[in-house]
């Protein structure tokens, strides 16, 4: 075939009324509830970190594009937007504002556009930037708020504790989990969010809600999320059932550490996710399986924007083994 020419397929061709940017509204429309939740329980500190994120990543898409890549602007897709929103959903509230703005430009002008914008890249960039803050500022990225203090303003001091957190420091210092579930929020305190962690990371009734109208929507599918949570469920209720005193119960891990978050969130990015039904699975049960094994074994309490980091760059090794199948391509018939 000459150079140049073009391949014209033949029919079928597939339509959809779904569009990046119809979709990119809907996830940020499922993130409203778990938004109004860090509100309430953060109060201004939530909003000014969220607004920051937000804004400096539809900015630095803006400016990248514009006066370095010289190319069409994009940030009308809302792809950015929904970077944000995620990336501040995955620090804390009380966050020195400087260091949001390090995390928008590691998320947006690394981890997206030095791949060449939306549809080429290979991390979820809200992580990569959440993980670029984590290993840059590890004291200022595990310091929490304390849920329903000072949510007026912004103070110094800091005292909360997440919930893995208090698990893991204290089975290092030898206690057992009976008298750690003493000092751990109740599991409706965990189902309802008032609790520290990252700011949209708390409620699990939000995010799960959320999560049911991306479903409705069609935006994704449950392979990722259900398998997700499944497998986590199944790996800690194993150890939970073989020592009760060492490990925790299933639902502490389902309900914390953003395993909500990441499973129905970003998890199911569909550019940095698998094609197939059958890889996501794969997908799903790897990213499952790391995030149990770095928080039951590893020194960091938690462990799901690791594990999703790490499977997005198993994905095109995923995707050539579970290949679709081509449209007009012949079924061979069980022979009875």
Known sequence: MA?????????????????????????????????????????????VMTSVAVSTCILFEYLIQKYLLKTESTIGDGSALITGVLLAFNLPATLPLWMVVIGSLVAIGIAKLSFGGLGNNIFNPALVGRVFLLISFPAQMTSW?????????????????TTLGIIKEGLMYGETMSAITQQIPTMTELFFGFTSGSAGEMSGLALLLGGFYLLARRVITW???????????????IFWLADPEIYANPMIHILSGGAILGAFYMATDLVTSPMTKKGMVV??????????????????PEGISFAILIMNAFVPLIDKYFKPRRFGSRIKAKIV
């Open 3 to 47: 150079e140049g020419s073009i391949i014209i397929s033949a029919s079928p061709h597939v339509h959809s009324e779904s569009t990046s940017r119809r979709m990119m509204y809907d996830v940020l429309i499922a993130l409203i509830p778990a938004f109004i939740v860090s509100l309430y329980v953060f109060g201004l500190p939530a909003l």
């Open 223 to 237: 392979h990722i999320p259900f398998t997700i949570l499944a497998v986590m469920a199944l790996m800690t209720g």
């Open 283 to 300: 997908f799903a049960i790897g990213i499952a399986a790391i995030t149990v094994v770095i928080r039951l074994f590893g020194s960091y």
């Open 145 to 161: 708020p304390t849920p329903f203090e000072n949510t007026t303003k912004f103070v110094d001091a800091i005292s909360g504790e």
